[in-house]
């Protein structure tokens, strides 16, 4: 059993940054980002290895998002910058504890055991 605690949201203009952080409880192999914006679905934003590799971003935040871990601290962050309103959403972290997940299984929710309670991101205009 991983607890995974999700921090670093807040409200930013249009232009902004803001780095999230998940910290779990031990240790976890393939993780994500996904959000959800209000009157929408979760949706997937990012996937990283344990290795640290087999990044893949969603193509809305390709180029403006970077997903990164430390394995020694259990830790995965997301560093968002060139925020833009339409990233409004509570954004959610997810891990399995065993395995790389590849291909279309990386965006697939059902692929993640763990989920944190998420933690708020408002872009303003």
């Known amino acids: 059993q991983v607890q995974l605690v999700e921090s670093g949201g807040g409200l930013v203009q249009a232009g902004g940054s803001l780095r999230l952080s998940c910290a779990a409880s031990?240790?976890?192999?393939?993780m994500g980002w996904f959000r959800q914006a209000p009157g929408k679905e979760r949706e997937f934003v990012a996937h990283i290895a344990w290795s640290g590799g087999f990044i893949y971003y969603a193509d809305s935040v390709k180029g403006r998002f970077t997903i990164s871990r430390d394995n020694a601290k259990n830790t995965m962050y997301l560093q968002m910058n060139s925020l833009k309103p339409e990233d409004t959403a509570v954004y959610y972290c997810a891990a399995r504890t065993v395995g790389t997940l590849f291909g279309t299984s990386r965006f697939s929710q059902g692929s993640y055991d763990y989920w944190g309670q998420g933690t708020q991101v408002q872009v303003s205009a």
């Open positions: 031990g240790r976890t192999a393939s």
